[in-house]
């Protein structure tokens, strides 16, 4: 892990005037187990302010983008962009994976916690920014990062509650509640991996994958609607 910031910095193109605040949010709690001279503390506390400011910024921004939608379709919005997997994959576009201070057992793991850690420290970053710099800095790190992110979420229609959708279409269309099975199980119990197959009557319709059984089946039926056709309201 480098600690060496400044490319991270130029990356963002921001550079900090409290670098500690900087280091302090790639710092994870169990690198302080193994570390326990170091004199900064852990990114939780940077990754609650975080949060607040992340879910302000992006809340606003859809407020203001989308006027024609009610409450439930911009909280689905902000759900899609907000969740782990969109944020913990920003964090290693950006490069926050090369900085992270982690126990020598978190370090190995490179799986869905793996990702929730990157997750987390982005809204550390965040956190960091905020402090640092100020709300308009940290609003235009998530709107330069994370915000382009959502016409990808609308084009895919990865804001839908796919499983509950494919339901409504396929009782629509063919009169059928589909049912879901777990065809394959593998990987280590933190790291585990399912497909799952989803039927209409007895004909499978598509495959996913997923960390859990409720992912595998999210990512099944979001196949499914594509395969059907039936993925545009």
């Known amino acids: 892990m480098s600690t060496d910031f400044s490319p991270f910095e130029a ?3 921001v550079r900090f005037r409290d670098r500690a605040l900087l280091e ?3 710092i994870h709690r169990s690198y302080l187990n193994e570390n326990p001279n ?8 940077l990754e609650f302010l975080g949060d607040a400011v992340l879910e302000l910024a992006v809340t606003d921004y859809l407020y203001r983008s989308y006027p024609k939608e009610d409450e439930g379709t911009l909280t689905a919005y902000r759900s899609a962009l907000v969740n782990a997997v969109t944020i913990g ?3 290693q576009e950006l490069g926050m994976n ?8 978190e370090a190995k793991d490179e799986g869905r916690a793996r990702q929730v850690i990157l997750a987390n420290t982005y809204e550390a970053v965040v956190g960091a920014l905020y402090l640092d710099q100020g709300y308009a800095c940290a609003r235009d790190f998530i709107t330069a990062h994370l915000i382009p992110r959502m016409d990808g979420i609308l084009a895919e229609n990865l804001w839908l509650d796919a499983k509950s959708f ?3 279409k396929a009782q629509e269309k063919e009169g059928v509640t589909p049912s879901y099975n777990v065809l394959a199980e593998s990987g280590p119990d933190h790291n585990k991996k399912f497909t799952v197959g989803v039927y209409i009557g007895s004909k499978q319709v598509a495959q996913g994958n997923g960390h859990s059984k409720q992912e595998a089946e999210q990512d099944a039926a979001r196949k499914a609607l594509a395969e059907k056709r039936w993925n545009v309201r």
């Open 11 to 13: 990356r963002i193109g």
């Open 166 to 168: 494919f339901q409504e």
């Open 38 to 45: 170091i004199t900064l503390g852990h990114n939780e506390r």
């Open 89 to 91: 994959t920003v964090a």
């Open 24 to 26: 302090q949010a790639f």
């Open 98 to 105: 090369e900085h992270l201070l982690l126990s020598r057992g």
